[in-house]
């Protein structure tokens, strides 16, 4: 489980619509450690949107970028951390997690992150013809991925935010 006296920062990693920024607020808070989102914090310092990041600039450009947040944040003092869904995909990133800080996985069943992703028009990987479709790829892709992680933390449907920020620490 969680060491709640926090030497390593906590850093989440899933899917879209996994809940990490809500989650991850809620833990902070519980932990009493600063809240950190890396897809926030590119945003802040482009004062663009992520699509309009991938849209002007592309996805690799946006993947330095979220490198760069991520190396930044973990060199600063114990917090919890949210990430990109992609971030926890190379092998760079996963290293620098593993070393740094301790990856918690937040899982949740290809019909609960649909529901919470399907009206929003925030995540340009999924502005394609078939986004459900894409969705399901994209998860089918990166599951044996996630499952590196050190913790894995699945979201039943119905549980609260304040609920799973419980089941991370006790996990
Ligand atoms: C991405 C997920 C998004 C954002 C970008 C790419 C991905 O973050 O980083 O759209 O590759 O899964 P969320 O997981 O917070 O939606």
Redesign the pocket.
């Known amino acids: 489980g969680l060491n709640p006296k926090l030497k390593k920062t906590v850093v989440l990693v899933g ?3 996994a809940g ?2 809500a989650v991850g607020r809620a833990l902070a808070s519980a932990l009493n450690v600063p809240f950190r989102d890396s ?1 926030a914090e590119i945003e802040k310092a482009a004062n663009m949107t ?1 699509a309009e990041i991938f849209a002007r600039d592309g996805e690799a450009f946006f993947r330095r970028k979220e490198t760069q947040v991520i190396e930044r944040l973990l060199d600063a003092r114990p917090a919890v951390l949210s990430t ?3 971030a926890y995909m190379t092998e760079g990133n996963r290293s620098m997690i593993t070393q740094k800080g301790v990856a918690v996985w937040l899982d949740a069943d290809l019909k609960v992150l649909w529901g919470r992703v399907r009206h929003k028009d925030t ?3 999924l502005r394609t013809p078939d986004p459900l479709a894409t969705l399901n790829e ?1 998860y089918e892709r990166r599951v044996p991925v996630y499952a590196l992680a050190d913790l894995a933390v699945k979201s039943e449907q119905g549980l609260s935010i304040d609920a799973m920020a419980r089941k991370v620490i006790e996990t």
């Open positions: 899917m879209m619509g990490k920024s897809d992520i990109g869904g992609g995540r340009p990987l994209i």
